[in-house]
């Protein structure tokens, strides 16, 4: 599943609307669009399914990025000459050709892996990150939502997801399979776990108890993403300090004002850490605390100024 084949026969069909389109395709899974998509879920239609559709994207960055510098793998172009670089636009100079595996199952070869490896700032292709959050967060829309259209659309969109990735030469088949796996085992396990909560996570403290996970593996990993790590923290201590969450139900106008309120905050804190200086804690403790801050910033700071604002009615008991 590391072949270069399958990626050049792709890349065969390619014409300048195909291009625009895949490029469009792949730009869904972009942090900003993600973040988004979920502020919408959240404020517009259901904010604890919205939590946890961050939720579920946020560990899937993290288990990506963890799986990512264990494995350290190349991608495509870095294996094979002949692999246009149609997202970026530049052109292939890897001295490698068919250097992709041989057999279903083998490994690219190990000359063009130690050359990724031996890279300042090597970017590793297994497992696709951008597969991995768009199977977390639409693989949640559709088991959130319940509705076989929901189911249907995710499952488009995560296969859009996957050409567009080999279409674009960013990664193997082995590395899109495994992104949707991922994303797929952590809103399996989130469903699990926080849709239907056992007896142990009803205590008040169990957001706070979760965000020391991250933060642990933080400490003890090199290769954890220090803004996952941050963003998840962010999210539970919000969910922590929360408490009862409010009523969703809602006239439209009032969902928007919701969406629009948290879009703004996120905007606001997103402009303010763009003015801390990026090693200001260090290259890994500065995005963390910038991303703690931001999801918090959303998801309390979001919700009781909507509250405020008379956007939210009544609150009403729910299960954490």
Request: aromatic fraction near 10%.
């Given at each position: 599943m590391f072949q270069t084949e399958p990626i050049l026969f792709l890349q065969s069909l390619a014409s300048d609307w195909l291009t625009a389109v895949m490029t469009a395709v792949s730009r869904t899974a972009y942090p900003d669009v993600l973040a988004g998509l979920v502020i919408i879920a959240a404020f517009g239609v259901n904010l604890r399914a919205g939590m946890v559709l961050a939720e579920a994207v946020l560990w899937t960055e993290l288990i990506t990025g963890l799986i990512k510098g264990v494995a350290r793998l190349p991608r495509p172009a870095d294996v094979d000459h002949r692999v246009?670089?149609?997202?970026?636009?530049?052109?292939?100079?890897?001295p490698f050709i068919a250097a992709g595996g041989i057999g279903l199952f083998d490994l690219p070869q190990t000359a063009a892996v130690e050359a990724v490896r031996s890279r300042f700032h090597p970017s590793f292709g297994f497992p696709s990150s951008a597969v991995s959050t768009t199977a977390a967060f639409w693989g949640g829309v559709g088991l959130v939502s319940r509705s076989s259209r929901m189911v249907a659309l995710a499952t488009t969109v995560i296969l859009l997801m996957v050409i567009s990735r080999l279409y674009l030469g960013r990664h193997f088949l082995a590395d899109v399979a495994g992104g949707a796996v991922v994303g797929l085992l952590v809103v399996g396990a989130l469903r699990r776990g926080v849709l239907r909560p056992p007896w142990y996570f009803r205590s008040p403290l169990w957001p706070l108890v979760l965000a020391v996970l991250p933060l642990a593996a933080l400490?003890?990993?090199?290769?954890?993403?220090?803004?996952?790590?941050?963003?998840?923290?962010?999210?539970?201590?919000?969910?922590?300090?929360?408490?009862?969450?409010?009523?969703?139900?809602?006239?439209?106008?009032?969902?928007?004002?919701?969406?629009?309120?948290?879009?703004?905050?996120w905007g606001t804190t997103y402009w303010l850490l763009t003015l801390v200086p990026p090693a200001a804690l260090g290259q890994r403790w500065t995005p963390y605390v910038g991303y703690l801050l931001m999801v918090l910033g959303i998801f309390w700071g979001g919700v009781r100024l909507c509250q405020h604002l008379g956007l939210y009615r009544r609150a009403q008991l729910t299960a954490p």
């Amino acid at each position: 599943m590391f072949q270069t084949e399958p990626i050049l026969f792709l890349q065969s069909l390619a014409s300048d609307w195909l291009t625009a389109v895949m490029t469009a395709v792949s730009r869904t899974a972009y942090p900003d669009v993600l973040a988004g998509l979920v502020i919408i879920a959240a404020f517009g239609v259901n904010l604890r399914a919205g939590m946890v559709l961050a939720e579920a994207v946020l560990w899937t960055e993290l288990i990506t990025g963890l799986i990512k510098g264990v494995a350290r793998l190349p991608r495509p172009a870095d294996v094979d000459h002949r692999v246009s670089l149609m997202l970026e636009g530049t052109t292939n100079d890897t001295p490698f050709i068919a250097a992709g595996g041989i057999g279903l199952f083998d490994l690219p070869q190990t000359a063009a892996v130690e050359a990724v490896r031996s890279r300042f700032h090597p970017s590793f292709g297994f497992p696709s990150s951008a597969v991995s959050t768009t199977a977390a967060f639409w693989g949640g829309v559709g088991l959130v939502s319940r509705s076989s259209r929901m189911v249907a659309l995710a499952t488009t969109v995560i296969l859009l997801m996957v050409i567009s990735r080999l279409y674009l030469g960013r990664h193997f088949l082995a590395d899109v399979a495994g992104g949707a796996v991922v994303g797929l085992l952590v809103v399996g396990a989130l469903r699990r776990g926080v849709l239907r909560p056992p007896w142990y996570f009803r205590s008040p403290l169990w957001p706070l108890v979760l965000a020391v996970l991250p933060l642990a593996a933080l400490f003890a990993l090199s290769h954890t993403y220090p803004a996952s790590a941050g963003g998840l923290g962010g999210l539970y201590v919000a969910r922590m300090m929360l408490g009862d969450l409010p009523r969703d139900a809602a006239p439209t106008l009032l969902r928007l004002g919701r969406v629009g309120v948290a879009g703004a905050v996120w905007g606001t804190t997103y402009w303010l850490l763009t003015l801390v200086p990026p090693a200001a804690l260090g290259q890994r403790w500065t995005p963390y605390v910038g991303y703690l801050l931001m999801v918090l910033g959303i998801f309390w700071g979001g919700v009781r100024l909507c509250q405020h604002l008379g956007l939210y009615r009544r609150a009403q008991l729910t299960a954490p």
